[in-house]
């Protein structure tokens, strides 16, 4: 069974970072792109990035709202995608989702989800 | 960077009537790499469709997507009382691999 575990969240102050983890079990990790998705508090869902697998170089993609804050890395020896957040603002606040893409491959949809976790930036 | 649309914003319905819910994109969406979530509140998103039109693992057959280019559909042929959530369309063919912004499906 496929199971995306996200740990990471919580409270930080605005300018701070923190970084989020998502370790994956039930399946070849290092076979799958990985991505972090987000979903502000009441709002609906915004894409923050991917990485790809190493066959494909391990290219990693972002949103224009997070590029050059937030830097997406994976571990495959550890199954564990990794979502760096660094300057934070407060509109960063939302919950946090890992996915898995469905296929293999370079395009894919989110085929299975974490089940989230919360940052919020407040002062 | 291609911009979804989806339409309408909320659709009230009944049990067991047909729903249509609509995803248009500013440009061609490449191979027609256009996904469809379901999102029940306090749950994570549950992937439906992808390429348009295939099933996801264990999705009814009542839920059912089509289109290609710039328009999409999702059709749910008969709504269950759990069918009634928010839907999202995705294009995931070229970065950012955007979202649209959603349909609440409510009871009417």
């Known amino acids: 069974e496929v199971q995306l575990v996200e740990s990471g969240g919580g409270l930080v102050q605005p300018g701070r970072s923190l970084r989020l983890s998502c370790t994956a079990s039930?399946?070849?990790?290092?076979?799958?792109?990985m991505s972090w998705v987000r979903q502000a508090p009441g709002k609906g869902l915004e894409w923050v990035g991917f990485v790809v697998t190493k066959p494909y170089g391990g290219t990693t993609e972002y949103a224009a709202s997070v590029r050059g804050r937030f830097t997406i890395s994976r571990d495959d020896y550890k199954s564990i995608a990794y979502l760096q957040m660094d300057s934070l603002k407060i509109e960063d606040t939302a919950v946090y989702f890992c996915t898995r893409d469905r296929g293999r491959g370079y395009y894919g949809s989110s085929g299975y989800w974490g089940q989230g976790t919360l940052v919020t930036v407040s002062s | 960077e291609i911009v979804l649309t989806q339409s309408p914003g909320t659709l009230s319905l009944s049990p067991g009537e047909r729903a249509t819910l609509s995803c248009r994109a500013s440009q061609s969406v490449s191979s027609n790499y256009l996904a469809w979530y379901q999102q029940k509140p306090g749950q994570a998103p549950r992937l439906l469709i992808y390429?348009?039109?295939s099933r996801a693992i264990g999705i009814p057959d009542r839920f059912s997507g089509s289109g290609s280019g710039t328009d999409f559909t999702l059709t749910i042929s008969r709504l269950e009382p759990e069918d009634f959530a928010v839907y999202y369309c995705q294009q995931y063919g070229r970065s950012p691999r955007a979202f649209g912004p959603g349909t609440k499906v409510d009871i009417k």
């Open positions: 390429g348009a039109s």
């Open positions: 039930g399946f070849t990790f290092g076979d799958y792109a």
